[in-house]
């Protein structure tokens, strides 16, 4: 109850989304892209830089959130505009641009480093040992039914087996009359 609709709230989003998810995407597109587009990774000086300054604009960003919510900042509120604002807010509210405008910089430099990839980067990588057609390990490897037929194919059996079954009892258990709920 003590952090309730507070910035800790806040704070804690970015710690866990902003932080290890954000940096889990952008460590996959470092990866993905390049292999997509068939180049290499623009720049690979740049992209180190770009996650750090990630990672030390959410050590910045994130605990000051913290900190301002356990004092009693709210979320949702227009914090330069209220009539309760609290000395000790504004003390480290500064922090919090200072955070966000690095993690600003740095997302501006994941995107430029990804366009730069898709269109101005070395051509086409030569294969390598991690080649995407064959798996050298033999227990890696996707059963022949799912590698041999065309991706789509592969990817329509792997939906009805993870679906089919919730769909079939959803069509089944529930009436399609279902009266609509009143919100307001």
Known sequence: MVVHNTSYIVGHLHLTVGTAVTLTFMGISYWLVPHLARRALFSRALALVQVWLWFGGM??????LHELGLR????????????YM?????????????????????????????????????????RSRHSPTRCPDPIMRPPS???????????????????????????????LTTPGLRVW
């Open 59 to 64: 050590l910045i960003f994130s605990p000051t």
């Open 86 to 126: 609290q000395p000790e807010w504004k003390t480290l509210l500064p922090l919090v641009g200072i955070g966000g405008a690095i993690l600003f910089v740095s997302a501006t430099l994941f995107f430029l480093n990804m366009i730069l990839t898709a269109t101005v980067s070395r051509g086409a990588r030569s």
């Open 72 to 83: 009693g900042m709210p979320r949702r509120t227009m914090i330069g505009h209220v009539s």
């Open 145 to 175: 039914w799912i590698a041999g037929s065309p991706g789509w194919r592969a990817a329509v059996i792997l939906i009805v087996i993870a679906y089919g079954p919730t769909l079939v009892r959803l069509a089944v258990t529930t009436p």
